[in-house]
């Protein structure tokens, strides 16, 4: 098993840039599974006007795809952000503790490696985001559940924070042995009612 432990600079910037949506009902879309452009288009004008993120650019000649359903967004913090009708979250590629190439013998190391670091990610979620309406582990008997249905599938640590028109998810994936986990981190999402 590798890892890589990095100063959490990244996902400071993307976690304030998060908490400054007060409405997430304005950048909600259809519940569907539509794609195409008129979908990411109405997708980018529903995130510029309700957050001022900057969509990324087509490049001369390119064109949105017809199975595309998401687009990419850079907040003013220069922090990347990807948002689909129903999710969004930041692309925070070098921020935070996260372990890779994991074989089947390093699932209680990947685990001590999670619960070493979650603490220092929840605390920052709680800066920006305040304190969250759930926090839960796998070590309790209705970790799985206790949330919502389901909500602590694949994960080892779960908090919860509500929003206007959202869910904010901070969590660590569970690492297994069968299937086997290739890698494991702490990540937050938008759930986008």
Same mark, same amino acid.
């Given at each position: 098993? /590798?890892?890589? %432990?990095?100063?959490?600079?990244?996902? %400071?910037?993307?976690?304030? +840039?998060?908490?400054?949506?007060?409405?997430? &009902? =304005?950048?909600?879309?259809?519940?569907?599974?539509?794609?195409?452009? =008129?979908?990411?288009?109405?997708?980018?004008?529903?995130?510029?006007?309700? &957050? #001022?993120?900057?969509?990324?650019?087509?490049?001369?000649?390119?064109?949105?795809?017809? #199975?595309?359903?998401?687009?990419?967004?850079?907040?003013?913090?220069?922090? !990347?952000?990807?948002?689909?009708?129903?999710?969004?979250?930041?692309?925070?590629?070098?921020? #935070?503790?996260?372990?890779?190439?994991?074989?089947?013998? +390093?699932?209680?190391?990947?685990?001590?490696?999670?619960?070493?670091?979650?603490?220092?990610?929840?605390?920052?979620?709680?800066?920006?985001?305040?304190?969250?309406?759930?926090? #839960?582990?796998?070590? /309790?008997?209705?970790?799985?559940?206790?949330?919502?249905?389901?909500?602590?599938?694949?994960?080892?640590?779960?908090?919860?924070?509500?929003?206007?028109?959202?869910?904010?998810?901070?969590?660590?994936?569970?690492? !297994? /042995?069968?299937?086997? !986990?290739?890698?494991?981190?702490?990540?937050?999402?938008?759930?986008?009612?």
């Amino acid at each position: 098993m /590798k890892t890589q %432990d990095r100063p959490l600079d990244e996902d %400071d910037r993307a976690m304030a +840039d998060l908490a400054e949506v007060r409405d997430w &009902t =304005a950048v909600a879309g259809p519940d569907s599974d539509a794609t195409g452009p =008129a979908v990411v288009v109405a997708l980018v004008n529903r995130v510029m006007a309700a &957050t #001022g993120w900057q969509p990324w650019p087509l490049e001369p000649g390119e064109t949105i795809d017809e #199975g595309s359903a998401s687009w990419g967004f850079t907040t003013q913090r220069g922090t !990347t952000m990807v948002v689909f009708d129903g999710l969004a979250f930041s692309d925070c590629r070098n921020s #935070g503790w996260s372990a890779y190439q994991i074989g089947p013998d +390093d699932i209680a190391e990947a685990e001590a490696g999670l619960d070493a670091h979650w603490p220092e990610h929840l605390a920052l979620a709680t800066k920006h985001w305040g304190e969250p309406d759930y926090v #839960g582990d796998e070590s /309790k008997p209705e970790f799985l559940d206790e949330w919502a249905p389901g909500a602590g599938a694949d994960r080892r640590h779960l908090a919860v924070w509500l929003r206007v028109g959202a869910e904010f998810h901070l969590f660590s994936n569970k690492p !297994t /042995k069968d299937p086997l !986990t290739p890698a494991v981190g702490v990540n937050y999402a938008v759930y986008i009612d």
